[in-house]
């Protein structure tokens, strides 16, 4: 059961360089999410998607955009990374039903030079 | 404000007692939804218990449970006989409808975290 898939697991960039982070679900989900995770802050929303073809902001979306490329790939991109934007990021899926609790990839741990 | 506060930053419990994690919560909804995540050191976050804001009964799942105190918009999350493998991060987690401008997301609002470390 693969579940949610991120790639890649690490990845360094110096400050102003591009790339995205990919996620794939294989859960049949409707919902997806991109959080990141900061040492004491918890885990923040960057942006999700509701449904195939809808992507909106969470509470941290400067410097990232996403694209929900079908129903099972939501991707995020950083066009020029900077420092801050060092952090854990994870992706997650859910069904959007009650109690449905968000399933999570592994994470992709990135640290901006 | 916080929508989510774990007020205890670190633990230290010894194996085999009950450990209770503190969580409050803050919103004015009435349909929301309770979730407690465990992360250990490996980094991957592991869902582990559930309760709905209509739900009647406390929730529990094996060893969790979770004291579920609606008026005073408290979710703890006890575990029973703690282990070894129980060291790690936990995290509160809130579901809200309509939390975000585009709406109908469900998208988890999340606490700081409690850091356990279960002593043998």
């Known amino acids: 059961n693969a579940g949610v898939t991120q790639t890649p697991k690490f990845q360094v960039l110096k400050t102003g360089q591009s790339m995205t982070l990919q996620c794939a679900q294989d859960?049949?989900?409707?919902?997806m999410y991109w959080y990141r995770q900061d040492p004491g802050m918890g885990l923040r929303l960057i942006y999700y998607?509701?449904?195939?073809?809808?992507?909106d902001k969470g509470e941290v979306p400067n410097g990232y955009n996403v694209s929900r490329l079908n129903k099972r790939e939501f991707s995020l991109r950083l066009e020029s990374a900077a420092p801050s934007q060092t952090s854990v990021y994870f992706c997650?899926?859910?069904?959007?039903?009650?109690?449905?609790?968000?399933?999570f990839g592994n994470g992709t741990r990135l640290t901006v030079t | 404000a916080q929508k989510i506060t774990q007020t205890q930053p670190g633990m230290f419990v010894q194996e085999k007692e009950a450990v209770t994690l503190d969580c409050t919560y803050d919103?004015?909804?009435?349909?929301?939804?309770l979730f407690w995540y465990k992360q250990p050191s490996s980094g991957e976050m592991i869902f582990l218990i559930y309760?709905?804001?209509?739900?009647?009964q406390n929730a529990t799942e094996g060893r969790y449970s979770l004291n579920f105190q609606k008026a005073r918009k408290s979710a703890n999350l006890v575990i029973s006989a703690s282990q070894l493998g129980d060291s790690a991060m936990y995290f509160c987690?809130?579901?809200?409808?309509?939390?975000?401008?585009?709406?109908?997301?469900?998208?988890?609002?999340f606490g700081k975290g409690t850091h356990l470390i279960i002593q043998p």
């Open positions: 997650a899926s859910t069904q959007r039903e009650g109690g449905s609790p968000l399933h």
């Open positions: 859960m049949n989900h409707n919902s």
């Open positions: 998607s509701a449904s195939e073809g809808t992507t």
């Open positions: 919103t004015s909804d009435q349909s929301y939804g």
């Open positions: 309760q709905g804001s209509y739900d009647e």
């Open positions: 987690a809130m579901r809200e409808p309509f939390l975000y401008s585009g709406g109908g997301a469900d998208g988890l609002t």
